[in-house]
């Protein structure tokens, strides 16, 4: 029989264990920013679209309205971008992206109306998405998807789950070159990361 004082401690004892641990997950959470490999990566670096709510619980990073063509008025297309909330903390603290960290790029098509604000396009359906998720160590050689410190993908609006890209290199890189020096990132469209519009 165990005495009672001896039970006492073991409990005690049981309930700090559990709260250093629970500490240390939250911590470990933290240091390793955003769970996007958790999320989004099996072990062999194959990338789905997270099956989460990113439009209400990640944070809109800004949107892109692409011109229609000539003779037509409004925008044709409407790309909007998101990510985790702890990738805007990372940015404004050291200028990077962190690891884990996922850029999703919605493609909208549109509506175009005259409203009491002038000639105005709003998102409609969604088409396809493309995903960009930050390797800052290289997880993954020889896998096509991953490189430049990146994963890369496109998703098309019925499969969520299996990209069609192929290749990040061929598929990918060229258009993000004007970029090249920002981490591969068009961040002037994304006004959050720096800062809260001067207030
Ligand atoms: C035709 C050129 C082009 C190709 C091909 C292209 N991108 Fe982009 N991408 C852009 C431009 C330009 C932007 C920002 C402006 C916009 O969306 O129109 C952008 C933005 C993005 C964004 C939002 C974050 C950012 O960089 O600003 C992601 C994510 C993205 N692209 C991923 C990809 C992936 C993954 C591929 C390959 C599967 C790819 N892109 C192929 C031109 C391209």
Redesign the pocket.
Known sequence: MMKSSMKVALVVGMIVISASMFGLIASSGQAAGPDGFQIAVDDKGAIRLPDIDYRKDWVS??A?A?AAEEGTEGSE?I?A?YTQPGTVEAFRETGKFPDGAI???E?FSTTTDDMTTGTVSRANDTSG????IKDSTGRYPGNKLWGDG?????FDAKDRIN???TD?EA??????V??QD?D????Q??PVLQGNGGN
């Not at 598929?171 to 993000?176: A, S």
């Not at 591969?184 to 961040?187: A, P, Q």
């Open positions: 990073l800004g892109w692409v297309g790309h971008v850029l999703i790029k493609l998405w493309f995903m960009m990146w994963g890369w993908a496109y990209t069609t890209t990040y598929n990918c890189l060229g258009c993000h004007p970029v920002q591969w990132v068009y961040v469209g994304y």
